[in-house]
């Protein structure tokens, strides 16, 4: 852990409030768009956040500082997010919720990027769970494949495994939309 990290852990151990709404502003944004990906409905991945910094803030004294802070609050969410769908609080959601606006928005008055973006949105929306989580933390996170394995538990291996089947569904899904506009992208191809 980075020494500013420890010394921003040290004040949240001692309760300061200062750091506990330093804490949620350097990462509620990033959590709020993890608890999306998980659950693909809005208002719970704000209830979502919100019981993450709950949990997180009472127990920051069990905080080892092992992994960075935002693998902590993460791991958090994560569980709070697979207790839930344990108990069948949200998994009535998750089958049929409807998707949020922003994910199919209307083409007129988009330019393509802005459609492109939805569709790839839309497209990552339909896969599985252990597929979004993937890719999330991979490229909307910029996680290394390290510690996406100890943010979800999985070795080193599978992270690859599930990584490289999230982006072959991935491509087959984008490249069925006929309004990205893409080229063909070969089969084996390890890039999106």
Not at 73 to 97: D, E, P, T, V, W
């Amino acid at each position: 852990m980075i020494e500013e990290e420890a010394r921003f852990c040290r004040l949240l151990r001692e309760g300061d409030p200062a750091a506990t709404e330093k804490m949620v502003e350097a990462y509620g944004d990033r959590l709020l768009r993890g608890a999306f990906f998980l659950c693909r409905n809005e208002a719970e991945a704000q209830d979502l956040v919100h019981d993450t910094f709950y949990q997180a803030i009472r127990s920051v004294k069990n905080f080892n500082g092992c992994s960075s802070l935002y693998t902590w609050l993460y791991r958090i969410l994560r569980n709070i997010f697979f207790n839930q769908i344990r108990r069948k609080k949200i998994f009535s959601s998750l089958i049929s919720g409807p998707h949020v606006s922003w994910l199919r928005p209307e083409d007129e008055g988009r330019d393509s990027g802005d459609r492109a973006e939805a569709g790839l949105m839309e497209a990552m929306s339909d896969l599985p769970l252990k597929h979004r989580e993937i890719l999330l933390l991979r490229y909307g996170e910029g996680l290394k494949i390290q510690e996406i394995g100890e943010i979800l538990g999985l070795s080193y291996g599978t992270v690859k495994s599930r990584l490289y089947h999230a982006i072959r569904k991935l491509k087959k899904k984008l490249l069925r939309t006929q309004s990205f506009g893409l080229c063909p992208v070969k089969e084996n191809s390890h890039e999106v």
